[in-house]
């Protein structure tokens, strides 16, 4: 599969990882151009060689990190439905986060404010859940047409999967309710093997 990350340069790809290491470091209230190039070690005109403004590099910034999600998605989705939505949701849902995952969320966490009143946020929020979905919504329909899952609302599915997902993502990073995320995870299967399983 060929994501848009794979369309980067090094050089971009450096800014992208350096600009993911700023956001860990500092969050979006303090994050510069300025701290991004001391993260890459570069000068500040490097960024602006291929970005205009910080807000210009954050949009493609999150595409490139949306990117590793679904990457890691598909490249484990195979002919098995029921084990493919199982795998989904514990990709999206570990049970314990490695350091490299809990910074993938976090900044995720860190940027959604951003599209509560700028549009070119809100624009990319918008098509993270809309590649996301599909995802799922393919998932679903394959096992309809294979008859490992009833005839349901593959759209109203997906939505149902993807809401949960987000909420818990959102409270295992914002409070210390450590064990909401096993819990998210087994109601979600308890799902599937009630609602999806024919």
Same mark, same amino acid.
């Given at each position: 599969m060929t994501t848009d990350g794979d369309?980067?340069? +090094?050089?971009? @790809?450096?800014?992208?990882? !350096?600009?993911?290491? &700023?956001?860990?470091?500092s969050g979006y209230a303090e994050l510069s151009?300025?701290?991004? +190039? *001391?993260?890459l070690d570069k000068a500040k005109s490097t960024i602006y060689h291929y970005y205009d403004s910080k807000d210009d590099l954050l949009i493609r910034f999150l595409r490139f990190t949306v990117d590793r999600f679904e990457a890691t998605i598909n490249t484990s989705i195979g002919d098995h439905p029921k084990e493919d939505l199982h795998?989904?949701?514990?990709?999206?849902?570990?049970?314990?986060?490695?350091?490299? @995952?809990?910074?993938?969320? =976090?900044?995720?966490?860190?940027?959604?404010? #951003? &599209?509560?009143? #700028?549009?070119?946020?809100?624009?990319?929020?918008t098509e993270i859940d809309i590649r996301l979905t599909a995802i799922i919504e393919k998932t679903v329909r394959r096992g309809i047409e294979a *008859?490992?899952?009833?005839?349901?609302?593959p759209t109203q599915v997906a939505e149902h999967i993807l809401a949960m997902i987000k909420g818990?993502?959102?409270?295992?990073?914002?409070?210390?309710?450590? &064990? !909401?995320?096993?819990? &998210? @995870? +087994?109601?979600?299967? =308890?799902?599937? *093997? =009630?609602h999806l399983i024919s």
């Open positions: 369309a980067l340069g +090094a050089t971009e @790809k450096e800014i992208m990882h !350096a600009t993911h290491r &700023a956001l860990v470091n151009i300025s701290l991004i +190039a *001391d993260e795998h989904i949701i514990t990709t999206l849902l570990p049970c314990q986060l490695t350091e490299e @995952k809990r910074q993938l969320h =976090s900044v995720l966490v860190t940027l959604s404010p #951003q &599209a509560l009143d #700028q549009e070119v946020f809100r624009e990319q929020f *008859d490992v899952f009833r005839d349901v609302d818990t993502m959102y409270s295992r990073l914002t409070t210390n309710r450590e &064990a !909401a995320t096993g819990v &998210a @995870k +087994a109601s979600l299967f =308890s799902y599937i *093997d =009630s």
